[in-house]
């Protein structure tokens, strides 16, 4: 009886079931522990040994049932001949897919060796090429190199767009190309074990900018500075910049790719070439000389040293036209000032004769001196003077007039009209003095006239003399006071009632006279008069 039921638990143990039914049991006890622990009602949960317990047999159910249904499978015939089949298929794919690679990279390097050698066999199998690799990105990447070296920048952007969409198999064909694009200064790497991408970016950028789409260019190129392809990236948005008119951002981009430390000797010259270059075009010579300087004292690039001396010669040349253009234009504004000049110098001539011959004298010497300072010549300026001079004459000016015939010096009767002008200035002048001193005369007899005593008229005559320069109005001031004097004496005398007083007084005042000191001129006069009056008397 023992021995029939251990065979019955043994043969039940074999199958999966009990194992199943362990597991599930486990499982809802694991679940059951899991939601008591949640709640706080179960203790710690997951770490109680019938958890565990729970675990290990619910993962021997599972493992017991795949076995068992692993074996289950096995023990079908269909399912060996599935798999024989399969392998088979499977080896015979790889090996035609080896095969279809291998003569893939034949055409490949075929292709590559055609293009090198200028081949006429090349279109063709750049078509062959095209058409059997159109999954690969080397094949696209050689279809497209080619297309914009023949200018078909179109067809290049398109087989690049369609190598950006297989670019994790770049390199799978080539192992690693370079491949040269118009209009950068150095080819672009390839290779799988990185920079392909950056290469790849830059090659778009490129053929975008030269297909006429450089907005994407600006708006969509990110590269890395640590990128190999940097310094071609920013020197394919320099492109993209110029092509919209803004060579200050071309510039930048020029220096950023310069500056980058992935920037390699070789390249760095091809970069600031192309920097110079584009500061020349863009009328930034100075700059450019510089560039040009440094390229030439690290060794060179191509032209640089022509392109340096062309550039100083374009320089010189064009300060020259500039200078010539200039002093042009200053001869025809000179030419053109003085044709005014002498328009202005004959209008103010003819203006001034029509107001001298109106009588207008002082407006017409205005007028003349205006045009006296539009002369550009001594002749015309002496024949404006002359005119000045006479018209100042004629202005009753003749200082203003003399002071310009002196600068005329012997211009045609200048010097006679001068020393006309001198005469008659200096008998103007003794008409003045002349005037002046017959009223001082007037003041001085005047004076005398009212003055009270010899003593009185004595000091009005010394006054009057002091005043007084002309000789005649001297002697007549004299005259006037020995008359006064002997009138008054002569008065004093017709006052006394005999002949002895008046010939007494007469006799005193003629000792006076010739004992005081009045003038030599009016003693003489006096003593004269009273002399004559004396002897009448005496009759």
């Not at 024989?84 to 690679?101: F, K, L």
């Not at 952007?157 to 491949?179: D, H, Q």
């Amino acid at each position: 009886m023992l021995a029939a039921i251990l065979s019955a638990i043994r043969a039940a143990l074999a199958t999966p079931y009990p194992w199943i039914a362990l597991g599930l049991v486990g499982v809802v006890y694991a679940v059951y522990r899991q939601r008591l622990a949640q709640r706080g009602q179960g203790g710690s949960g997951g770490g109680h040994p019938l958890v565990v317990l729970a675990v290990i047999a619910a993962l021997a159910g599972v493992l017991a049932l795949i076995l068992f249904a692993l074996v289950m499978v096995l023990m079908i015939p269909a399912v060996w001949i599935v798999l024989g089949v399969g392998g088979v298929s499977y080896a015979i794919y790889r090996v035609a897919r080896r095969i279809w690679r291998e003569r893939l990279e034949v055409m490949f390097l075929d292709t590559v060796a055609a293009l090198h050698s200028s081949d006429p066999r090349a279109a063709e199998l750049l078509g062959a090429l095209e058409r059997r690799g159109s999954h690969e990105a080397d094949a696209w990447l050689l279809v497209a190199a080619d297309a914009a070296n023949r200018a078909r920048y179109q067809d290049a952007l398109a087989a690049l767009e369609r190598a950006a969409a297989c670019a994790l198999g770049i390199g799978r064909l080539s192992s690693g190309m370079v491949l040269a694009f118009p209009g950068l200064p150095a080819p672009l790497s390839f290779r799988p074990e990185g920079g392909g991408a950056g290469s790849l970016d830059v090659a778009l950028a490129q053929m975008r900018v030269l297909a006429g789409d450089p907005h994407k260019v600006v708006d969509g190129l990110k590269l890395s500075t640590s990128d190999p392809a940097y310094p071609l990236g920013m020197c394919a948005l320099a492109d993209a910049h110029v092509a919209l008119g803004a060579a200050d951002q071309a510039i930048s981009a020029l220096r950023q790719a310069l500056d980058a430390p992935s920037c390699a000797p070789g390249l760095s010259h091809s970069l600031r070439y192309k920097l110079a270059r584009l500061l020349e075009d863009h009328e930034s010579r100075s700059a450019a000389i510089r560039e040009y300087k440094a390229l030439v004292a690290q060794g060179g690039h191509e032209d640089a040293a022509e392109r340096l001396q062309a550039l100083r010669a374009e320089i010189k040349q064009e300060r020259r036209r500039e200078e010539e253009a200039r002093w042009r234009q200053e001869e025809a504004q000179r030419i053109e000032e003085e044709t005014q000049r002498r328009e202005a110098l004959r209008n103010a001539v003819t203006h001034a004769e029509e107001l001298r011959a109106g009588g207008y004298h002082g407006v017409a010497a205005t007028e003349l001196r205006r045009a006296l300072g539009l002369a550009m010549d001594e002749e015309t300026a002496r024949a404006v003077r002359y005119k000045l001079a006479v018209t100042l004459e004629d202005a009753g000016s003749p200082i203003q007039a003399a002071q310009e015939y002196e600068a005329l010096g012997d211009y045609q009767d200048a010097v006679a009209r001068r020393e006309a002008i001198r005469l008659e200035e200096q008998a103007r002048r003794q008409r003045a003095l002349r005037a002046q001193e017959k009223e001082t005369l007037d003041q001085a007899l005047a004076k005398l006239e009212s003055a009270k005593g010899p003593a009185g008229r004595r000091s009005a005559v010394r006054a009057g003399l002091e005043r007084l320069t002309l000789q005649d109005l001297r002697d007549q001031l004299l005259l006037e006071a020995s008359r006064i004097e002997v009138d008054a004496v002569l008065e004093k005398v017709d006052g006394l009632k005999t002949a002895a007083a008046k010939r007494r007084h007469l006799l005193a005042a003629l000792e006076a006279l010739r004992a005081d000191d009045i003038p030599d001129e009016l003693q003489a006069q006096q003593i004269r008069w009273l002399e004559e009056a004396l002897a009448a008397l005496e009759e």
